[in-house]
């Protein structure tokens, strides 16, 4: 196994080009994961994988020793990096030892059916990867993303996602107007406004798209103005606010209860 | 109105180890809040002000002004900053130009009633900050918290609160085992075991205790023997998980739905 231990080689400087830049990641259309758990979910559904690199104190971990061993498609380069490298490529403190460069994966344009989380201008990492990781846990297959929020494939936002991303079909730089307009179905949007029906109240058993916004400024005015029904989430609480994706769990799983019942 | 303009003025290296370190900060019973709409919650709960400090842009905001002219109990001290100090003691990149030096306010011991959500090692500042806001609108009154813990009263937590911290009795440093050994209510936990109850079909009426534990490890195995009835939320998405914040927002708002038929 090649072992890299300068960080100016090349193929390192490419990964901690994925790793840190946005851009680089598009233009390259891969990224990196960390640790054995996204791993573990991408081979299983079937990503591309480019590299694994490893550290020779995970190779000891018999975690790591099964993927490497076991797991890695034919044309997967395995190289081995020293710890002070690896940190460079993780987005944690505590590295866990592997990660891989990935094809992002491109799924061919599918028509809009089902149900659909699409997010305005959620910029926030560890919200995003949560929103991700809930819609997939809910069984909604498709994420829109508008161009404003973050990175769905940064290392931060795939470790929020926890593997989610995997089981979603994810749009990003999407432009959300022309997306709904050829949605028969309702779009749903959780406000204030005084129109806003109880989301208890609401019958949520047909294919819906959710709408969700940043978490300073929720939705756009545009944007809820497209929403064919607005619901509230009761709060005795007092207060009058929920996280984005602690707002959209509950949403979604509710649907998913008047579904099953 | 006094200006401090340098890092060496004893009042701001006071404020600045209040944001910086979670043992000053317990020493001392105080914290510092970041921005109009903590400042405004934590005025509205009639907590203890100890000092404002704003830039001169800042007073140039209505919000701010507001504040400051009709908002400040008489001791309270009122300082400006320049906008490098206040960055320094702002846990956001871009901050709002106005912080408060609050008490930490120390509710009398109350015996446990109601519904409690009880933290076991939950680490992630983002994710105590989410759970502490999703209790307080779901009107959960009380949360309490192992030892293990984030601080609740960081500023980052307190960022992620958004002001839910005071619409709560916070018990920090806790023995869950030993809160729990006067409860005679249902321990809910969510767990993946055989003999977990689906969500939905569990009564949740009842006043209730909720385990939740840390991120990656879930409640330690002690934790989950104290459940007197594990439940578990349906994910047909073929993922098996949550963030923790989004699984006990799903549960909250289950335990209100069935309440409010």
């Known amino acids: 196994m090649k072992l890299i231990q300068s960080r100016d080689n090349p193929t390192f400087k490419h990964l901690r080009a994925l790793v840190e830049e946005s851009r680089y990641r598009r233009e390259q259309g891969r990224t990196v994961l960390d640790g054995a ?5 991408a081979s299983a559904a079937g990503v591309v994988f480019h590299r694994v690199v490893v550290t020779a104190k995970a190779m000891r971990q018999q975690e790591v020793q099964r993927i490497v061993e076991g797991g890695l498609p034919s044309r997967c380069e395995l190289l081995e990096v020293s710890e002070t490298l690896l940190r460079q490529i993780s987005p944690v403190d505590t590295p866990a030892g592997i990660a891989a460069e990935i094809e992002i994966p491109r799924h061919s344009p599918v028509n809009v059916c089902g149900d659909v989380l699409m997010l305005e201008a959620v910029q926030d990492a560890g919200n995003l990867g949560t929103l991700l990781r809930t819609a997939a ?16 494939w940064s290392p931060k936002v795939l470790r929020a996602g926890m ?28 406000a204030l406004t005084i129109d806003a029906v109880d989301l208890y109240a609401t019958d949520l058993r047909a294919p819906a798209v959710w709408l969700f916004g940043s ?11 497209r929403a064919t029904q607005r619901v ?3 709060m005795p609480g ?24």
Chains 1, 2 share one sequence.
């Open 37 to 41: 758990h996204l791993i573990k979910a």
């Open 137 to 152: 846990a809910a069984g909604v297959g498709r994420v829109v993303l508008s161009a404003q929020c973050a990175q769905a």
């Open 163 to 190: 593997g989610g991303h995997f089981a979603l079909h994810i749009t990003e730089g999407a432009d959300l107007t022309g997306e709904l307009s050829t949605w028969q179905g309702p779009v749903l949007a959780t």
């Open 215 to 225: 978490e300073g400024q929720g939705l756009s005015a545009a944007m809820l103005q």
């Open 232 to 234: 509230r989430i009761p």
């Open 238 to 261: 007092g207060t009058e606010s929920l996280n984005v994706a602690a707002a959209a769990a509950v949403c979604l799983f509710e649907q998913l209860r008047q579904r099953r019942i």
